[in-house]
């Protein structure tokens, strides 16, 4: 009885907390834009694309922010937000006959590249580099839900349960998309099994 | 599980997508990968490569998302106006330039009919009247158009037009 009123007290608290956060747009987008990005352009592979939907993320956020029930993170929710985008902008793709190549289509394996680490030896950067470049190669040939779970597990680092929030997925499921994920990882880099 | 089976099997997905994320409570998968060579190898592998790929990705974002800035409260308010808040907004935008716009063309019209009523001077009734009069005497020494003409206006067939133009010729 106690345990419960004490989860609820926890958990009011916390979305009050998180609304508070919520109201101030300047500083949710301050905070969260970049995860966000990285996280819909692994999705999409499409940097300008990705950008406009981190956009529309938060404006959804701002405009349905007292539906936040807080059982969640902020981070949490918002990536539920952006992957729900992504889904939806997906479904509209696959009905048009015409499919533009897109101009600003970004290849992931060259994030991979972008910037120096300033802490190691110029060999040791080309080979971080080109470890980076393999993995992104990688997940690019994976399914958007494993891609998602993987993404999700080791860059966002979230636990099961968040992730099964975030894919609004039963966890069992979110455990299959990212094991395969990480046997097709295994696999392609030259794994035992 | 006992010592020989950690060491002869190797670790199944679960276990290596634990310990890549950093996870440390299968006590079975850590004593394994203490004396596998093998699963050590490729857990360093896989791992040092994911996290490489996480902070250079992460830098990247870093740097690209400053163009992401935040949206202005006019447009956040616009933007989640509800649908028929909008469409309300919108009718009422158009009703407005409506109303607007005819109410300036009533004004225009009744300014030209205004102009229009106001302006024949004598000269002008006298000059009209003597060009009617002229169309008048034209029409009148010439029968044959006349009849031609009236033939056309009923409507009727080609034959009478032809014959019409028969009786101007003769």
Redesign the interface.
């Known amino acids: 009885m106690h345990m419960a009123m004490a989860t609820d007290i926890l958990r009011l608290t916390s979305r009050e907390r998180a609304l508070t956060e919520l109201d101030d747009?300047?500083d949710?987008?301050?905070t969260h834009?970049?995860?966000?990005?990285?996280f819909v352009?692994?999705s999409l592979g499409d940097?300008d694309l990705a950008?406009s939907i981190?956009?529309d993320c938060?404006?959804k956020a701002?405009?349905n922010r007292h539906n936040f029930r807080g059982d969640c993170s902020v981070q949490t929710w918002l990536h539920s937000i952006a992957l729900n985008l992504v889904r939806d902008y997906q479904r509209t793709q696959k009905f048009r006959f015409w499919k533009q190549v897109r101009k600003t289509a970004t290849d992931v394996t060259e994030?991979?590249?972008?910037?120096p680490?300033a802490a190691s030896s110029p060999e040791e950067q080309l080979l971080?580099?080109e470890?980076?470049r393999?993995?992104?190669r990688i997940l690019e040939t994976l399914s958007l839900n494993q891609r998602t779970a993987f993404v999700l597990?080791?860059?966002e680092?979230m636990d099961l349960g968040d992730i099964a929030k975030t894919m609004g997925m039963p966890i069992n499921t979110v455990?299959t998309h990212?094991?395969?994920a990480?046997?097709t990882?295994?696999t392609r880099?030259?794994?035992?099994? | 599980m006992n010592a020989q089976q950690i060491t002869s099997q190797h670790l199944t997905d679960e276990q290596f997508a634990s310990l890549v994320a950093g996870g440390r409570r299968d006590e079975d998968a850590c004593q394994h990968v203490e004396g596998c060579e093998i699963c050590r190898r490729e857990l360093d592998a896989v791992g040092v490569a994911v996290n490489d790929l996480s902070s250079f990705s992460l830098r990247w974002a870093e740097q690209r998302a400053a163009r992401i800035q935040a949206p202005s409260l006019w447009a956040l308010n616009w933007k989640t106006l509800p649908g028929w808040g909008a469409t309300m907004a919108a009718v009422l935008i158009f009703g407005v330039a409506l109303g607007t716009h005819i109410e300036t063309s009533n004004q225009t019209v009744a300014v030209q009919t205004t102009h229009t009523m106001a302006a024949p001077t004598a000269d002008e009734l006298a000059q009209d009247n003597r060009l009617m009069r002229s169309i008048d005497d034209e029409i009148n020494e010439q029968p044959g158009v006349q009849m031609a003409v009236s033939a056309l206006d009923d409507g009727s067939s080609r034959t009478v037009r032809h014959h019409s133009l028969h009786e101007v010729s003769n």
Not at chain 1, 33 to 38: I, K, V
Request: glycine share 6%; charged share 30%.
């Open positions: 747009i300047e949710l987008v301050q834009r970049a995860r966000l990005l990285r352009t692994f940097e950008a981190v956009q938060f404006v701002w405009a994030i991979a590249g972008m910037l680490s971080a580099r470890r980076a393999e993995v992104a597990r080791f860059q680092e455990k990212l094991h395969r990480v046997r990882v295994r880099m030259g794994g035992q099994r």
